[in-house]
């Protein structure tokens, strides 16, 4: 696999897949960072086109990414969602001034646990039927829960969480490196001064990434040095070759389960209750589970254009209106704790089901869990 830097010229659109009408009120907001298939898309574009014909048509690249790189080529994931903050409590602050969903202000990190593992929680009823929650630890007299680690760690240090080291430097997190830009868009009334009543105004929601940081992925083949277009309204970005990660040949030593017992999330995937119907973890894994920690899902899919191939010739029409299927995906960062591991568990992609879209999936490592082990 060779890694390419993304650095964008401008602001980046990825709008999510809500549908939404043009009007008073409407909002399109945005998805960041990008899925995969995204910025895979942005790096094909770089190659020759391989034809039209059916023979042409070659499922032969693989894909990784995309994640986050510094200004020092330093690797930045998803924190994982089992981490929590914990600080003591002083004469000047109080636990209820620490309210906000992530934190930079802590003495020190810790994981949540399985329910039956706490003392006290047996006295709180939860669905027998249902996964039981994760909670959190023990605490020390005058500790409190102060919210959640920033968003992105280190490589190096989810190295050390995979190895059940609780990160102990604040310096291996960071919050989200980019801003957020309002775009609106009004269309005006031909001839005069006035919004149009219908589809005369919406707004979207854009991002900026901040100096110095870039997006990075690996894909198996060479592209040269380019500029390619990434999201909408036609925005660009640099993409620029970049010498091996070291620090990702380490993390490529936890993809196998062993004798580990837990797994981390490093790219979105699709945990399959039912046929068609997704969830945070598979069917077949709860028995197997001890608990998992979770975010909302990230949907994506819904309406696209597509050109149709014609009847009974290998030509394409125009451009048509086209549903997509949407799915919900488990968000990068998802922890799933485990009894014992389920066989197979290398990704969290359906297995009992069969496709081309499923065989996209996994040559673009939808799904990559690394293992680790909780002391």
């Not at 010229?9 to 298939?37: C, H, N, T, V």
């Not at 894994?285 to 010739?313: D, F, M, Q, T, Y």
């Not at 290398?346 to 040559?363: D, E």
Request: glycine share 6%; with cysteine.
């Amino acid at each position: 696999m060779y890694w390419y830097t993304i650095e964008p010229l401008d602001l980046l659109l990825f709008r999510e897949a809500k549908p939404f009408s043009p009007g008073e009120g409407s909002w399109a907001k945005g998805l960041f960072p990008p899925m995969p298939i995204t910025v895979f898309q942005a790096l094909r574009s770089a190659l020759e086109n391989y034809g039209e014909k059916k023979e042409d048509k070659k499922r032969d690249l693989e894909f990784i990414g995309s994640f986050l790189l510094d200004q020092q080529d330093t690797l930045w994931l998803p924190t994982p969602k089992d981490l929590l903050c914990v600080r003591q409590k002083s004469e000047s602050n109080q636990a209820e001034d620490y309210d906000q969903e992530t934190t930079d202000t802590w003495d020190r990190i810790e994981r949540l646990q399985p329910k039956n593992t706490q003392p006290g929680w047996e006295y709180l009823s939860f669905d027998g039927e249902e996964l039981q929650p994760m909670v959190p630890p023990q605490l020390q007299e005058r500790e409190f829960i102060c919210g959640s680690p920033q968003t992105w760690i280190k490589a190096e240090a989810l190295i050390e969480y995979l190895q059940g080291i609780n990160p102990k430097n604040k310096n291996d997190f960071s919050d989200d490196p980019w801003s957020i830009q309002i775009l609106p868009h009004i269309q005006m009334k031909s001839g005069t001064r006035q919004v149009r009543d219908e589809e005369g105004y919406f707004t979207e929601v854009a991002v900026r990434m901040h100096s110095e940081w870039r997006l990075v992925a690996a894909i198996n083949i060479k592209i040269e040095p380019t500029v390619v277009r990434l999201g909408g309204e036609g925005h660009r970005a640099i993409v620029s070759r970049l010498n091996p990660l070291k620090q990702w040949q380490e993390l490529e030593q936890y993809q196998e389960p062993k004798s580990n017992n837990f797994a981390y999330l490093l790219t979105p995937g699709l945990a399959e209750k039912e046929i068609a119907k997704y969830g945070v973890y598979p069917s077949n894994w709860k028995e197997h589970l001890l608990g998992c920690v979770s975010a909302r899902p990230l949907l994506w899919g819904g309406v696209s254009n597509i050109k149709r191939r014609l009847l009974n010739s290998e030509e394409r029409g125009d451009l048509e209106f086209a549903l997509l299927p949407q799915r919900g995906f488990v968000p990068p960062g998802t922890v799933y704790l485990f009894k014992d591991i389920p066989a197979p568990a290398k990704s969290l992609l359906p297995q009992q089901v069969s496709g081309k879209w499923l065989q996209t999936f996994q040559q673009l490592n939808y799904g990559k869990l690394l293992w680790g082990k909780r002391k």
